[in-house]
T-cell receptor, first 112, second 112 residues
Framework: NAGVTQTPKFRILKIGQSMTLQCTQD?????MYWYRQDPGMGLKLIYY???????DKGEVPNGYNVSRSTTEDFPLRLELAAPSQTSVYFC???????????FGDGTRLSIL | KQEVTQIPAALSVPEGENLVLNCSFT??????LQWFRQDPGKGLTSLLL?????REQTSGRLNASLDKSSGRSTLYIAASQPGDSATYLC???????????FGSGTQLTVLP
């Protein structure tokens, strides 16, 4: 019953450091998404992918990069961490764009 | 640009009450609308998905309605329980259905 798995669960970074947030799903879903959620706010889409080798920008892509080399994995990379990227990051997947999305438990990221 | 609003931001009710959570959206050209539940420190769990051609969906004590013409959806929770305490978010999918737009959520507390 793994579903969508995100690692790490928590991370503290210094300004300017880089890191990769990992996301993997075992449901053979084509669609995968990265969101960020700031306190008291809804989720905002960073990037999404409709299949291996295909990615596209969401509402707030600046400062992030993604890749989708396999159906299962959709890592999110921060190249030069900035305090504005302190947030909770959620990965989600769906069988196709109009179906319910399944979410991971999130990665809580603080940049100091 | 689609905007989704949820009012109130927080709601506290005694156990056993029936309650209604509200969601409004600005662009009626949606494909579907989803209601999610988010527990503290966790990801989102999909509760109900209403297609644009539907008026309502039911699951157990939950009933969600959709009125596209007025840009409104409601989530009705019958006989509330302390275990229903969580944040409830609604999200709308546009015709292309590639990106969800989320509201900021209603934080529900059901008091024993």
């Amino acid at each position: 019953n793994a579903g969508v798995t995100q690692t790490p669960k928590f991370r503290i970074l210094k300004i300017g450091q880089s890191m990769t947030l990992q996301c993997t799903q075992d449901m053979n879903h084509n669609y995968m998404y990265w969101y960020r959620q700031d306190p008291g706010m809804g989720l905002k889409l960073i990037y999404y992918s409709v299949g291996a080798g295909i990615t596209d920008k969401g509402e707030v892509p600046n400062g992030y990069n993604v890749s989708r080399s396999t159906t299962e994995d959709f890592p999110l990379r921060l190249e030069l961490a900035a305090p504005s990227q302190t947030s909770v990051y959620f990965c989600a997947s769906a069988s196709e764009g109009r179906q319910p999305q399944h979410f991971g438990d999130g990665t809580r990221l603080s940049i100091l | 640009k689609q905007e989704v609003t949820q009012i109130p931001a927080a709601l506290s009710v005694p156990e056993g009450e029936n309650l209604v959570l509200n969601c409004s959206f600005t662009d009626s050209a949606i494909y579907n609308l989803q209601w999610f539940r988010q527990d503290p420190g966790k990801g989102l769990t999909s509760l109900l998905l209403i297609q644009s051609s539907q008026r309502e969906q039911t699951s157990g004590r939950l009933n969600a309605s959709l009125d596209k013409s007025s840009g409104r959806s409601t989530l009705y929770i019958a006989a509330s329980q302390p275990g229903d305490s969580a944040t409830y978010l609604c999200a709308v999918a546009p015709g292309s259905a590639r990106q969800l737009t989320f509201g900021s959520g209603t934080q529900l507390t059901v008091l024993p």
